[in-house]
């Protein structure tokens, strides 16, 4: 369970106790993470800082509206149409999504951290 192949460093340097990870995100968000997006974050997260933690989290939501709309589309089409979609999803709906985002979620995350936030984080022993 300690292989970089499945955690990211950041889940890493904190033991990969899910706990003592997930105490340590709450400093960061705002608001509430599911537990999907909370997996995808164990193995991508690289360091705990809001920059890295919002481009981790939109990227990880713009996904999964991507991999929706590759499967309505195979399914009207009858067959996978992943490349075509993915590229249609880009070209029509993607601005859409980053003003989504930004006004959903932009102010969310804490941009300045006092330095007792870092203190306060907490680390396997």
């Not at 340590?24 to 800082?49: A, G, P, W």
């Not at 919002?54 to 089409?77: G, R």
């Not at 009858?78 to 490349?83: K, L, Y």
Request: hydrophobic share 35%; charged share 25%.
């Amino acid at each position: 369970m300690d292989s970089e192949c499945c955690y990211g460093k950041a889940f890493l340097s904190v033991g990969c106790n899910r706990e003592l990870f997930l105490s340590n995100l709450r400093q960061f968000v705002c608001f509430h993470l599911d537990n999907h997006i909370i997996d995808e974050m164990t193995k991508y997260l690289c360091e705990f800082s809001p920059n890295h933690i919002k481009v981790l989290h939109k990227n990880i939501l713009q996904k999964i509206e991507i991999e929706k709309h590759i499967w309505i589309e195979s399914e009207k089409c009858g067959r996978n149409v992943r490349i075509e979609a993915t590229h249609e999803w880009i070209i029509k709906y993607a601005p859409l999504f980053n003003h989504w985002y930004e006004k959903e979620y932009g102010c969310k995350f804490r941009a300045h951290f006092h330095e007792n936030i870092l203190s306060n984080m907490q680390f396997a022993k």
